[in-house]
């Protein structure tokens, strides 16, 4: 790389630390102890619905790293090999959740369930309603899409979708809603934000360290100093089972700290990982939006500062750090991701799922340079 682009990206990365980001570093760092899963002299038992997709592994790795007796519930369908020392019930939340109830669940008892895989809203809210009797915690993971706007920076008060149209974000609003209704003062509701790192099949974060490894010039949506937010896979797990072990209820965003990373840190990152130097083209907001790439599927993690969701990478996880979430650096999930994703077979490593396809992005840097000559 050489030395002038070193120094802006240098630049731009020293700038986009914000004094609320320190702030919230600071905050990360004032951990909450962690309980032993010892409870009362027992294990603490978990019911894990799902369990073996993207997140899932992770929690339940996790979970038994740290002691405690997991049960899974699924379909049995998906990695149904993964966990074979683990006590598996199968079943469909979708369909007959009576006869699930009656010959699978009926009499059971958890410390807490985890639900890993609610996306609508009744299936959610049937799921709680049975195991209202069968445990004291009900940890939904939700999503930062129930906020129903990104116009203003997040926290865990603001306003959520009403509408119970189909739709991820105002599907997870409505389960949040309803799975509070039955079982009142006992759920946890985490809202992750773009979730990344080993196992990640979106290729969303993925996309950057690879499209650094191929070389050659690479659009990139400015300004140079955009925050851009992002979870890891890990972090989200351990987080998981810490508001577990400390009975925490509520609310909780789980994003690593606003305006804590750019997309030039983002850059320099994926060039330590790969040991490539980028050839970045930055091009402005404007040209991305006149040009319909500002989508998660084309340019993924990164959004626009101009359109609606401008303030989608500037949500609080405050509240979260307070009670004990810790965020790793950012540089990890990407090498933590990379390793994941060169052990992967050669054809699937050719059939990314996210980010520009090399003759669209092209097409869009001869555009760039001709509008700019």
Excluded at 168 to 190: C, D, H, S
Excluded at 277 to 291: H, I, Q
Aim: hydrophobic fraction near 40%; charge should be negative.
């Amino acid at each position: 790389m050489d030395s002038l682009r070193r120094r802006l990206l240098q630049a731009a990365i020293l700038g986009g630390l914000s004094m609320q980001a320190a702030c919230d570093r600071n905050i990360g760092a004032q951990l909450v102890p962690r309980r032993n899963s010892e409870n009362g002299g027992r294990r603490r038992s978990v019911l894990i619905l799902g369990g073996t997709g993207f997140v899932g592994p992770h929690v339940v790795n996790r979970a038994v790293d740290r002691g405690f007796e997991v049960t899974l519930f699924n379909r049995g369908r998906t990695n149904s090999s993964l966990f074979p020392d683990l006590e598996l019930l199968i079943g469909d939340r979708a369909r007959n959740l009576n006869a699930i109830q009656n010959e699978i669940l009926s009499g059971r008892t958890w410390d807490a369930v985890i639900d890993l895989s609610g996306y609508e809203a009744d299936h959610v809210a049937n799921t709680a309603g049975i195991l209202n009797v069968a445990t004291a915690q009900y940890v939904f993971i939700s999503s930062v899409a129930a906020y129903a706007s990104f116009r203003e920076p997040n926290t865990e008060t603001s306003a959520l979708h009403t509408s119970t149209t189909v739709g991820y974000g105002p599907q997870k609003a409505e389960a949040e809603r309803r799975a509070a209704e039955a079982m009142p003062g006992r759920v946890t509701l985490l809202r992750p934000t773009f979730i990344a790192g080993p196992g990640d099949s979106t290729d969303r974060l993925t996309y950057w360290p690879a499209r650094v490894a191929r070389g050659g010039e690479m659009l990139v949506p400015g300004p140079m100093d955009r925050p851009i937010q992002f979870i890891d896979v890990r972090d989200v797990a351990d987080f998981t089972l810490h508001c577990v072990e400390n009975s925490l209820m509520g609310a909780f965003n789980a994003v690593i700290a606003a305006r804590s990373y750019s997309m030039a840190q983002l850059l320099a990152d994926c060039e330590s990982a790969t040991e490539q130097d980028a050839a970045p083209v930055w091009v402005s907001p404007e040209f991305v939006e006149d040009k319909g790439i500002d989508d998660e599927d084309q340019l993924p993690i990164w959004e626009s500062p101009l359109g609606p969701r401008r303030a989608f990478p500037l949500i609080s996880g405050q509240k979260s750090f307070e009670h004990g979430m810790v965020t790793r650096p950012p540089a990890e999930t990407i090498r933590g991701t990379m390793a994941w994703w060169e052990e992967l077979p050669e054809q699937r490593r050719r059939s990314m799922r996210a980010g520009l396809q090399a003759a669209r992005e092209e097409e869009l840097l001869s555009e760039w340079r001709r509008l700019n000559a």
